[in-house]
């Protein structure tokens, strides 16, 4: 009995936190669509989207095993014109111990985008909080009313880039 109940409690810890990715997949398959664009929800992970807020979540919480966890949000609002970078916006980012490092071009369902990345001037335990949680973070704008951010580990950068390849325009829902 005690064995039993050891496999059980271990199957809970390693295994728990794919449970609810698992049962959305069960139900919804590996594709989400809105706005007229469908993406591919990869394995072990789940989507949310309220047509009231106008986007879409992406997210993996990972587990124990894999320590990969990602969040990625589909945002489908009316976007400020991208400008070139104000040294006072430089500054900001310098004061946050970061720095916007200049990413691929990217395309998202035929709409041509850019990617930035975050990344941390100063790192460890002295490094600015924001530094700390922005490290990494990749933001995409594809045109005047959609964006693309991620916030996670470096092992669900993949998927992150994945998901945006896998965007296709729904027909008959634009």
């Given at each position: ?27 919804h398959?590996?594709?989400v669509e ?9 394995l ?5 989207h ?14 124990p095993?894999?320590r990969?966890f990602?969040?990625v ?12 970078d ?7 980012l ?12 990217l395309?998202l ?17 002295d ?26 580990t470096?092992k669900?950068v ?6 945006i390849?896998?965007?296709e325009?729904v027909?008959?829902?634009?």
């Amino acid at each position: 009995m005690a064995l039993a109940s050891t496999i059980v409690l271990a199957d809970m810890y390693l295994f728990a936190g794919y449970i609810p990715a698992l049962v959305w997949h069960a139900r919804h398959g590996n594709h989400v669509e809105m706005n007229g664009l469908r993406f591919r929800v990869p394995l072990l992970y789940e989507e949310d989207h309220s047509g009231r807020m106008n986007e879409l979540s992406i997210s993996t919480l990972g587990g124990p095993c894999k320590r990969k966890f990602g969040f990625v949000t589909i945002d489908f609002h009316r976007q400020a014109p991208a400008e070139p970078d104000s040294p006072e916006a430089v500054a900001r980012l310098a004061s946050f111990g970061l720095r916007k490092s200049a990413g691929a071009r990217l395309r998202l369902a035929g709409r041509e985008g850019i990617c930035f990345t975050y990344v941390a001037i100063t790192t460890g335990e002295d490094a600015p909080a924001p530094a700390q949680i922005m490290a990494g973070s990749i933001s995409c704008t594809f045109g005047n009313d959609l964006s693309v951010r991620f916030n996670g580990t470096p092992k669900a950068v993949p998927d992150f880039y994945a998901i945006i390849a896998s965007a296709e325009n729904v027909k008959g829902k634009q």
